[in-house]
């Protein structure tokens, strides 16, 4: 029998209102009994009926109060309790032990009222405690005494409350007022700490007792259609049902059940659902998620790895010595998201335009001789799934040319055609009437999301079935993210920031953000996690890498030293070595051992560097890419022209993971995913994601975050302290201000340089054929005068077989001074 509401409201919802029914009547009956009414007890077929309820408030009504006295009240009132619950789809953790603290209750109450046997109801008809209390009553009274049969009712009763609610005894501590004081100040920071008044305390327990709720909700409702990595088939419903509201297939208020890893899942369909049929019969299938409640903010969670062997010989003392000078750290509180907005509501799709569609896919195909039939409708928040089921003899590609022909046939902006994984199926992906937007929030709150280890675990949105899609930038372990202007590259970026702020503190993440546009990150500016300021200089940015490059090399050789693979390991052994210390009471010496943070490089704007610090920024792009993953050094590649010298064969070869969202042609999406596709995308956060290790990409709609939920963040950290800048990462590295490779270079000392510069100047232009006629110098004397230029900033990189760009102006060597 299930008690619990099921994950569908419009199924809880009637239940609920008939429960509710059965408790008004139930009240009803009780109000109206007479001991001379036909039921069980009395038989009187010649007077009428006095109930209100009529003969069946008479009998339950007789039944009840004859076998429990007073306590039949509790009746009703369970039964609106468990209504109340099915019409707000509320799931309440361990039902039937719930179940269990009522009856006991009610026994106990009985039994209460039983130990005065004197008291009576209706003229001596009714025992106050019933025959079930009288009998408890008696035999108690009888082996206890009075007092002692008190006493353990007085047990039992506190009992049976503990069982029916989450009350503890302990949480009345929480009232006085040091305990409310603390209680408020971690609810966020902006409750006032001691000194508060009665009412402020009980809101302070209120608050602490909803807190624990959340965190004792069971991790999955018991009979919900588990997400798996197994195909599940459903029972095909009509599709003459009318519209089918959203809520009913992604319930708000349910958990969410997890999902395969991004690089291993597979479409799996749910066990329940709403489906569609075509003649004679086409599945319609609907792929729920179920985020949790909206009022639930999600807490900060970051898992450490079990530690590893301990090593006696590691340079414990030296590794100390260098983070004595450190400042103090802060305590730092990760911000709820309680700051963001909560979700939209669901869309409403409706099953006659899902038939119509499917039979203009169908006739479509008949008109080109391509014989199949549409076998599954897979709704999803953006676009919608038909999967064709080709006839034999039918060549797959015949139906990849006829894309362009069915957006004609639906009148729709562009499709998408790809083979089904795993399935002799062709998903046919049709843009939805009305698109659903979906909020950050929803995939933070989401049970995937919290249950992660790593602190780089970012949100990427929902699938074309509707399913939730996270992604760990540590197991990329680099992401390159193309993107034409409008199509939310920028909007990712920043959600993939998000995603941090609400999970990691300072001491775990770092950021180096580069921002070409100087418009797109600058919200971030001064909050704690940023290693440097938000560069928008293209020389400090390449100075960045080159240095993060050093930090990458300092850190393997403190790996090596500690005999450890890895940032996990090495902070975990770093952790069971601050447990020993402070063990043997040297604390000063445990506070000393720091863990190392992982540093997130990200890049607005690739094209911009590469433009002016080409070689230089490819370099150290690839020596990160290739080596940095053990240290916990990632690199995010943002760029709107996805373009061969932008995206080079080095830089591909080494960032696996790529995230593409709606270009201008078929040449950009193959340069950026290896595949064509992502020039029929949607825009606005449609895009294809290829996890690292596959070929396989596959589709995701981003979520939506807005510059509001940003700065409400940004401004709860800023809030807790100021960011402890690493200046040092904006200066040119010492090999290159006093390195012994540059005592040699023809730039600076050679007397034909300015000379050089000056031609180049006039010429608007620089090439090495220019410059060997004009100043009749060598080739080779020629190409390093024009790479150290390159250095100092005065042309751009090389373009092929064309002259390099000029980047100051015509007039520039004038106003230099001598």
């Known amino acids: 029998m299930r008690i619990s509401p099921t994950s569908n409201p419009r199924l809880n919802e009637p239940v609920g209102f008939v429960l509710l029914t059965i408790a008004v009547a139930a009240i009803l009956g009780l109000i109206s009994y007479h001991p001379q009414d036909p039921s069980w007890n009395a038989a009187n077929a010649s007077s009428a009926t006095q109930n209100l309820v009529g003969a069946p408030g008479a009998w339950f009504s007789d039944i009840s109060l004859q076998w429990l006295g007073l306590a039949a009240w509790l009746l009703p009132a369970y039964v609106a309790a468990l209504g109340w619950i099915w019409l707000r789809s509320a799931d309440k953790p361990q039902p039937y032990v719930r179940i269990l603290g009522a009856v006991l209750f009610l026994t106990t109450f009985c039994a209460a009222l039983g130990l005065r046997p004197d008291w009576t109801l209706w003229r001596g008809a009714i025992r106050a405690g019933g025959v079930i209390g009288s009998l408890l009553a008696e035999q108690m009274v009888s082996a206890l005494n009075l007092p002692g049969a008190a006493l353990l009712l007085t047990a039992t009763g506190i009992v049976s409350i503990y069982l029916m609610t989450s009350f503890r005894l302990a949480h009345l501590t929480k009232l006085r007022p040091e305990t409310a004081g603390k209680a408020g100040k971690s609810g966020g920071g902006d409750q006032p700490g001691g000194g508060l008044n009665l009412r402020q305390r009980w809101t302070a327990w209120v608050t602490s007792q909803r807190e624990k709720a959340q965190l004792e909700k069971p991790k999955a409702r018991k009979g919900a259609p588990a997400i798996e990595d197994e195909t599940d088939e459903a029972e095909p419903a009509s599709l003459d049902q009318g519209p089918v509201d959203r809520d009913d297939l992604n319930d708000d208020e349910a958990d969410v059940e997890t999902l395969p890893p991004p690089a291993l899942q597979r479409k799996t369909r749910g066990t329940s659902g709403t489906r569609a049929t075509l003649p004679p019969i086409i599945p319609y299938e609907v792929e729920t998620e179920d985020p949790v409640e909206d009022d639930e903010p999600a807490p900060a969670f970051a898992k450490r790895p079990e530690a590893i062997e301990d090593d006696e010989d590691a340079p414990w003392e030296e590794y100390a010595e260098e983070e004595e000078e450190e400042e103090a750290e802060i305590d730092y509180r990760v911000p709820t998201t309680s700051h963001l907005h909560p979700p939209h509501g669901r869309t409403a799709y409706d099953q006659a335009e899902l038939h119509a569609i499917a039979g203009r896919i169908q006739a479509k195909f008949e008109e080109f001789k391509i014989g199949g039939e549409v076998s599954l409708i897979t709704p999803g928040p953006v676009v919608t799934t038909f999967e064709f089921k080709p006839s034999p003899g039918v060549k797959y590609s015949k139906i990849i040319n006829l894309s362009e022909d069915l957006c004609l046939a639906l009148e729709t902006e562009s499709i998408l055609v790809e083979r089904v994984p795993g399935k002799s199926t062709v998903g046919i992906e049709v843009p939805n009437s009305k698109r659903e937007v979906i ?208 995206i080079t064969g080095l830089i591909k070869a080494n960032v696996p993971a790529r995230i593409s969202f709606r270009l201008a042609t078929r040449i950009d999406s193959r340069t950026i995913l290896d595949s064509m596709g992502a020039e ?47 200046n040092d990462y904006l200066a040119a590295p010492p090999d290159e201000i006093e390195g012994p490779e540059d005592e040699d270079l023809p730039g600076f000392d050679d007397p034909m340089y300015q000379d050089a510069v000056r031609v180049v100047c006039e010429m608007g232009k620089a090439s090495t054929s220019t410059l060997q006629r004009r100043l009749r110098l060598g080739y080779s004397r020629a190409a390093s005068i024009l790479d150290a230029m390159e250095r100092d900033g005065i042309i751009g990189p090389p373009n092929g077989s064309r002259p390099r760009e000029l980047l100051k102006p015509p007039d520039w060597l004038d106003n230099v001074p001598d």
Do not use: C
């Open 439 to 646: 909020s950050l929030r929803e995939i933070l709150e989401s049970r995937e999301f919290r249950e992660a280890r790593s602190p780089l675990t970012v949100a990427l949105g929902k699938d074309i079935s509707g399913r939730i899609k996270i992604a760990d930038l540590a197991s990329m372990p680099h992401l390159l993210v193309a993107g034409s202007t409008g199509s939310g590259k920028s909007v990712m970026v920043n959600a993939f920031i998000m995603s941090i702020l609400l999970r990691a503190t300072p001491a775990e993440v770092r950021f180096i953000m580069v921002d070409p546009k100087t418009v797109e990150l600058g919200l971030y500016h001064e909050i704690p996690h940023l290693l440097t300021p938000v560069i928008t200089d293209m020389k400090k940015a390449s100075n960045a890498l080159k240095n993060a490059t050093a930090e990458m090399e300092r850190r393997l050789k403190l790996l090596a030293e500690h005999g450890v693979r890895n940032i996990d390991q090495f902070n975990a052994k770093m952790a069971k070595r601050r447990e020993m210390l402070e063990r043997e009471g040297n604390a000063d010496l445990a506070n000393a051992l720091k863990n190392l943070p992982y540093i997130l490089i990200i890049i607005d704007e690739l094209a911009d560097l590469m433009i002016l610090e080409g070689r230089q920024i490819e370099e150290a792009i690839t020596r990160l890419a290739q080596m940095a993953r053990a240290v916990g050094i990632h690199l995010v590649l943002a760029t709107q022209r996805p373009s061969v010298d932008v």
């Open 680 to 726: 029929a995308l949607l825009g606005k956060g449609d895009m294809l994601f290829l996890p690292p290790g596959t070929a396989r990409m596959v589709r995701v709609h981003g979520p939506f975050v807005t510059e509001e939920e940003i700065e409400a963040v940004v401004q709860r950290w800023k809030a807790q302290g100021k960011p402890r800048y690493e």
